[in-house]
Every structure is written in C-alpha cells, then in structure tokens.
C-alpha cells in the first residue's frame, strides 16, 4: 500500500510541476505580449503627438490669412466680421410640423396612481 501512496505522491508532483512550468511559460508570454502592446501604444502616443504639432503649425492664423489673400481669385474668401452673424430670432422654422400628431398624449396631467392604475389594466 505504501508503495502506491509513493507511486500516486510522484505522479501528482510529475503533473504539478508540468502544470507550473506550462504556467510559467504561458504567464512570460502574456507579459511579453503587455509588453508589446504597452510599447505600440507609446509609439501611437508620440505619432498622435507628432500630428497635433503640425496641425498646430499648418492652422496659424497668418499662414492661413496668407494663404485666404494668394487663392483669393479662386477662392473668394474674406474675413468674418461680427455684422455678418444673425439672430436667433431672424431664423425661419417650418410652419407646421414635418410629421402630423395624431394622437397625443397629455403628460402633464399623469401622476403615479394613473399609471399605476393603467398598468393594472392591461395586465388585467
């Protein structure tokens, strides 16, 4: 009986330590992996940094106004000035709305017991 207590004792230390070196070698991976996507994630970090940078330069005000006076002939841009902006007021809404109500709802006038007292209706 002893022996197969030390033959089942060998066995499981067997299987457990190639559980534990699978293991080992599963956990290296996964933080080679972390590690390849902490890496990728810098690289897009300065490459994002790189881009606002010349958005930043290509949208100056006087390159853009230098630009707006060589292409105005094609163009025909000028500058904004405050008087060309209307009022809220001045906006034309459609007179009747684009989709007729035809049953409408007060919700005003609901409480909770009217739509408690609903509910027990149509589950009635």
Known sequence: MRTVMYILTTIAVVGLAFWAYRENYATQQALSDADRLHANIRAAHARLAVLRAEWAFQNRPDRLRDLADLNFDRL???????????QVDQVAYPPQPMLPITDPVDVSTMNYEALNGLSEEKIE
């Open 76 to 86: 025909g841009l000028l500058p904004l000035h405050p008087g060309q902006f209307g």
